[in-house]
């Protein structure tokens, strides 16, 4: 490993989605490497992990020489796709998906991808650098309208067109992570500038149309019994994956059958939230407002 990494949650990812030692697993957010290891560690010389990022540096700094891993640089929203075209029969097969959503420790600690307000960057956030949008040209193009829409949906602002204001009349002198700090830094704290940087960072990456789709096609590739963990770190996450969870749709729509029965192909059983534990929050700052939310496709 070129990159030292703590993943979050990995033994409660690990206790959970490891229920056939030679089944098939998908690592769908491969970044550093450390939840994929930690299942290699756990399933058998005859198990498989096929690992998905769609950073290009991620599979390259991190790569794990181990013949049961298949990587692929791909956003995960093309899973089933790509899964489809491989040689083995893998769709209704695969015994547990882990996703660790958002950004990376890896692409965060690196200056140069502009994710942190800790360096002074090129408003950039693109997760896929082959991609053409950026921060920047979202700051430097988008409307007041646009902007408004971005920031009251992804960053949750009861009112963000004070924001949005200030960024279209100042977008000409906005180019860097310290100047989008800067124009706000007066009576603001770093909760809004998270709120803020992530609101740019989701539009960016269209993350929330990704996951909606990657819980989709889960449905498609888990095979009965099959698990599916996804650790969240913001409530527009939680939200989505909780209420897909108990209903099996996107909308959240529970639908129930004649004798009342939930339709959802999860079983509520195995379905369950864990908080970081204290212990792992003063060992990984990450953790702290990660959530982990775990299913289980049900058997019949």
């Known amino acids: 490993m070129k990159y030292f990494h703590i993943p979050v949650f990995l033994t409660e990812v690990l206790e959970n989605i490891i229920n056939d030692?030679?089944?098939?697993?998908l690592d769908t957010t491969f970044g550093s490497g450390g939840h994929s290891v930690g299942i290699l560690k756990q399933i058998s010389n005859q198990g498989k992990l096929f690992a998905f990022d769609q950073d290009q540096f991620a599979i390259i700094k991190n790569k794990i020489c181990d013949k049961r891993i298949r990587c692929f640089n791909d956003n995960f929203r093309n899973i089933q796709k790509i899964l489809t075209a491989y040689k083995n029969n893998i769709l209704k097969n695969v015994s547990g998906i882990i996703a660790d959503l958002g950004v990376s420790s890896y692409q965060i600690d690196n200056p140069q991808r502009g994710f942190s307000i800790r360096f002074n960057?090129?408003?950039?956030?693109?997760?896929?650098l082959s991609k053409q949008k950026s921060a920047l040209n979202i700051i430097k193009n988008y409307s007041f309208?646009?902007?408004?829409?971005?920031?009251?949906?992804y960053g949750e602002f009861k009112n963000p067109q004070r924001i949005s204001r200030k960024i279209v009349l100042n977008s000409?002198?906005?180019?860097?992570?310290?100047d989008l700090v800067n124009l706000f830094k007066r009576n603001n704290n770093r909760k809004f500038f998270s709120r803020l940087f992530q609101a740019l960072r989701i539009e960016v990456n269209d993350e929330i149309n990704a996951l909606k789709q990657l819980l989709k096609q889960s449905i498609n590739?888990?095979?009965?019994?099959?698990?599916?963990?996804?650790?969240?770190y913001n409530s527009l996450e939680d939200r989505l994956v909780k209420n897909f969870f108990k209903s099996g749709n996107i909308q959240g729509i529970i639908r129930y059958d004649k004798k009342g029965k939930n339709l959802s192909p999860f079983n509520k059983k195995y379905t369950k939230r864990i908080f970081p534990t204290k212990e792992e929050i003063s060992k990984n700052k990450r953790a702290r407002s990660a959530i982990l939310r775990i299913t289980q496709k049900t058997v019949c």
Do not use: V
């Open 145 to 153: 309208e646009k902007l408004n829409k971005i920031f009251y949906k």
């Open 121 to 128: 960057q090129i408003l950039d956030m693109r997760m896929d």
């Open 221 to 232: 590739i888990l095979k009965p019994g099959g698990k599916l963990a996804i650790i969240s």
């Open 172 to 178: 000409k002198f906005l180019n860097t992570t310290l």
């Open 21 to 25: 030692i030679n089944g098939i697993y």
